[in-house]
């Protein structure tokens, strides 16, 4: 059309596979976070209506959800064969007929994590050997955040010790509730160096903090202090991941990148069930932040009985014929 | 099925195509060629045959008919016909029919949402989730105002037949809007779709006549804008209701000048969207994409003006050059198209000129690298660096081109929103409700978006400020423009005293005044020099009066266009002010009652009543001023949207020669009450009560140059009033009304035509004055903590 000179976002050369490290925190940058509720309902309302995939389009992009999926229990009665069980469908996530009929048995399909208690580290550990299958711990106070800071790092410290490669922290929401992002973000930094080596999400107990610009200021000081991936829930909070959450979330961590070329994950979790919501999790990773977002790397799902639907869609885009849940192995 | 592994790799979404079977087969069921739609029957018609292109792919789709003056004369019979009937059935039983319509358009959505995408080029997600919806809503809302209109409009009464003439950018949503509400109020309809796009109102043909709608009460005839030339000329219609350029429009203004039609305009736009520093940028990034990329811009009311804060603007263009990689353009039939087709190859060769010409006037041009197809598609733009005098900022583009300046205040920003011709929309980015409310009133659009942008809904009123257009479409406002009142037919000459009286020696004053101009609150000579003299109706000398001329007017209106702060005065403190004026009034009854008998000739008891009714009059307009309240709508929406009636401007008033003190009274109160300023030219005859009365004004507090008063040659000074692009209405009490319409098409001002009026009636105040001195202007405010 016309030949001029192209704009693209700003991309910091060499920063693209570095950790997101610790910076300084910036009280004016929390400030100015501003989010309109009825726009961002709006957007997450008219996207599933903009964007779909279908047939083979529609088969790979549920395949990369299950690659993104946090396989997770956590519950008070998990048990060593529990975990076990969750560990083996976390290797072997598809039907391996499943997976040959659209010719990518030998990709080794499995899901993006598994997600227990510190607990069931070891257990989880063991059952995982020999696959690349990090195990993730929640910790530091799991659900409320709210025992002594010192526990809550030694916790860390624990499951990192026990093999986990992943930590999902909590943070203390009351330090939101009070306008104190100042201790989120100090707390946070404790937190980011008991993990050392281990990627740390920090999961922000989206549905506990009343408003999106609360949402929004959380996950921004969660960065700030070197968090790998900002997670919506616990999967114990009244409302569990949205997508006006998501929106918001992935708006914070697209602001982190304009801002310093460093590229923090999201993780929804609580409540995704079905093929379809998570396909709306990933048009908003893609529409909002990008290809390098659909990615295990960056994209995580925090799910249970998620993949069982997307397993029976897969078999009806394999078979032609709708399936059922008995089918498909149990976790 | 290796395909898999490669999506796996790219992670595009792929082809997801809407198949359009559907729509093909209905327009082979149809035989592909389509007859006129006239008296509930396919009429082949006379004219010549013409093409319905699909702009997507160039291909054929069907034959029209090209309507010809009999074609129209047959439409407009039918029309005619159908109407009484139409209108004596009740509001229940129309409302019956509405409700089936809206029914069977529900019925139909899909068939209806891919044959507009077929016509049109528009996505396939905007008609299925946008248009269609919006057109169901639009019966369903009219069919309760079928069956409330006997109880919430009392007093009124159907226009007859209303010749409709609509665009091409939204066919079938603007069929709706034109068609529902008339027929609600028991007008029957001659209706004709944009050449280009006609197919959705031939369905629609089917679905009036699955309906079982009586026969006439919709018809519609295809063609081009020579078809529409003969609707808006044909004599027998009583109301033109037209959306479309304003070019257009003004020609419309001209042919139906003085011919008594009632005339809505719905016409271009270059809407501003206002974005401030402490707005969400994000949320307002994905606002410019719903402003601007919505139905590839051709949109009137399109957010084309970005004005964004200087201190966050080139943040605020880096997120949206990003966003706008994100765009996908391509065939309108896939779902996952965000901007389709342009309506046809000469619209985009338009389009394409006007950017090449803000490139060459010094704009900077980004288009994103997105995949842009071949033919009948245009990839969407910005041009920043653009600055008001730039070609691109002042002309509507009507395509997906957002132009983008910066402001550094709120009151720049205001200022830079009103700079331009047009007044249809504008849309506020601020999470700071002070700065965002403060401004909703102060631009001079007929729609407000805080925080969002092209929000429609058949609850609340859509349509014009200034060049614009007038008129309002969707809700109750909208209801008055298929309306008129019920009022018996009354002749002035009636109203005048028969006989000349004997006056009596000493009601005259004891030194006669002279009487000058009042202008911007002072009492001013005529520019010319010269007077004219006023005689009594036996003939005696009364005294002179200053002969206005051309610059009298412009001094007058300058003084009323400085005097805004009145706009903007409480209606409390209005209120105050008029009734001082009562007060000052009733003080001098005698002499003005003096005066009116020495002028006009009145009984003694005649000339009382005139004043005292005067009094009375002043009173009621105290009592308007803070009472006529605006609305808030019920869209379905999680916010309110505020109907504000606000004043129009600079109101020009041609006042009559009868009850020269009434009726000036009663003209120029309603309009000041409501907050506008007034340049009235008083009877020609007998024009010395309103010169008295400037002294009432000195002596009342009547802030400078919210009424200013010129005397003189009363249809010449009108019509330099109607010429004037500094007055925003002009209301006409007098036999000339087609030279006032015709003066008014320069900047499409509003004109009130009105051949007498019973001032000392019901009908000499109200309601109607009321809403001819303000205009509704509705603010969307979606809120959520």
Redesign the interface.
Known sequence: ??N?K?????EIAGLRDARNPVASYDADLIDSV??????????VA?LP?????????Q???Q??AIQCIDLTTLSGDDTPGRVRRLCAKARRPVRQELLD????GG?GVTTGAVCVYHAMVETAVAALRGTKIPVAAVSAGFPAGLSPLDLRVKEIEASVAAGAGEIDIVINRSHVLTGNYRAVYDEMKLFRAACGPARVKAIVGAGDLG?LVNVGRASLACMMAGADFVKTSTGKEATNATLPFALVMC?MI?TWH?MTGHKVGFKPAGGIATAKDAMNYQFIM??ELG?DW?SPELFRIGASSLLTDIERQLEYFVSGHYSVAHRQPMA | ?????Q??E???????PESDVPAQTWLDKKGRRFELFIGGTGMPGHGDRFDSINPATGSKLALLAQATAADVDAAVRAARAAQPGWAKLSGFERAKYLYALARLVQKHSRLFAVLETLDNGKPI?ET??IDIPLVVRHFYHHAGWAQLLESEFPGYAPLGVAGQVIPWNFPVLMLAWKIAPAIACGNTVVLKPAEDTSLTALLFADICQEAKLPKGVVNIVTGSGETGRLIVEHPDIDKIAFTGSTEVGRAIRLATAGTGKKLTLELGGKSPFIVFD???????V??AVDAIWFNQGQVCCAGSRLLVQESVAERFL?KL??RM??LRVGDPLD??T?IGAIVSLKQRAQIDAKVKKG?AEGA??????TV?PDGCFY?PTLLSNVEPAATVAQEEIFGPVLVAMTFRTPAEGVALANNTRYGLAASIWS?DINVALDLAPRIKAGVVWV??TNQFDASTGFGGYRESGFGREGGREGLYEYLKEKTPKFSAAASMPTAPPALAKEEFPAVDRTAKLFIGGKQARPDGGTSRAIVSRSGAFLGHVGEGNRKDIRNAVEAASKAEGWAYATGHARAQILYYCAENLSARAGEFAARSRGMTGASKAAAAKEVEVSIHRLFTYAAWADKFDGAVHNPPL??AVLAMNEPQGVIAIAAPDEAPLLAFTSLWAPAVAMGNRVVIVPSERHPLAATDFYQVLETSDMPAGVINIVTGGRDTLAQTLGEHHGVDAIWYFGSNGKLIEQASVGDLKRTWIVGAIDWFGADGEGRVFLRHATQVKNVWI????
């Not at chain 1, 009929?101 to 990518?104: L, N, P, Q």
């Not at chain 2, 790219?10 to 997801?16: L, R, V």
């Not at chain 2, 979606?782 to 903590?785: F, L, N, R, S």
């Open positions: 059309m016309f001029v192209q704009i693209v976002p700003c501003r989010v309109n509720r009825s726009a961002a309902e709006r957007r008219s209506g903009r964007r779909t995939v279908k047939k083979e389009w088969a790979a992009w395949v990369r009929a659209m010719g990518i990709i408003t708006r697209r304009e893609k529409e290809n659909l | 099925m290796n395909r898999v592994a999506i796996l790219t992670m595009e979404y792929g082809p997801a997600r299925r989730d402490d707005a969400d940028l994000d949320a307002a994905e606002g880096a050059r990003a990689e994100n779902k996952t965000d490139v900077i041009l980004f288009q994103p690298k842009c990839p999470e925080n969002c999680r916010g979606p809120y959520g903590a």
